[in-house]
């Protein structure tokens, strides 16, 4: 089992920034992938970015790349997972989730595939 809590929303102006984290617990959490996803209202969950189970690697959507930055903290059973967002935009507007699931090359969608999720953390960019 993995537990997932999200922390760090708010408002934010556009342009501005926000760090979001996840905390990622439990015995096995240092096999998992972590992951951010997004839903603003009306919408569908988006994937925007994950990070390997040791933070080797990264991959990002088009639509933050070069704006959001993943990383992940490993510690015995609890690891920190960030996601630092600048230059926000409107369109950033969303509950943002992080999950836990396996590494994949491909891809991850809007996230069917992930094995644990948070409970989400609202960001509000306005002015």
Request: with cysteine.
């Given at each position: 089992?993995?537990?997932?809590?999200?922390?760090?929303?708010?408002?934010?102006?556009?342009?501005?920034?926000l760090?979001?984290?996840?905390?990622?617990?439990?015995r096995?959490?240092?096999?998992?992938?972590?992951?951010?996803?997004?839903?603003a209202?009306?919408?569908?969950?988006?994937?925007?970015?994950?990070?390997?189970?040791?933070?080797?690697?990264?991959?990002y959507?088009?639509?933050?790349?070069?704006?959001?930055?993943?990383?992940?903290?490993?510690?015995?059973?609890?690891?920190t997972?960030?996601?630092?967002?600048?230059?926000?935009?409107?369109?950033?507007?969303?509950?943002?989730?992080?999950?836990?699931?396996?590494?994949?090359d491909?891809?991850?969608?809007?996230?069917?595939?992930?094995?644990?999720?948070?409970?989400?953390?609202?960001?509000?960019?306005?002015?």
């Amino acid at each position: 089992q993995v537990q997932l809590v999200e922390s760090g929303g708010g408002l934010a102006q556009p342009g501005g920034l926000l760090r979001l984290s996840c905390a990622a617990s439990g015995r096995t959490v240092s096999n998992y992938a972590i992951a951010w996803f997004r839903q603003a209202p009306g919408k569908e969950r988006e994937f925007v970015a994950v990070i390997s189970w040791n933070g080797g690697a990264t991959m990002y959507a088009d639509s933050v790349k070069g704006r959001f930055t993943i990383s992940r903290d490993i510690a015995k059973n609890t690891d920190t997972v960030y996601l630092q967002m600048n230059s926000l935009k409107a369109e950033d507007t969303a509950v943002y989730y992080c999950a836990a699931g396996t590494w994949s090359d491909y891809g991850y969608g809007s996230g069917d595939g992930m094995d644990y999720w948070g409970k989400g953390a609202l960001v509000t960019v306005s002015s």
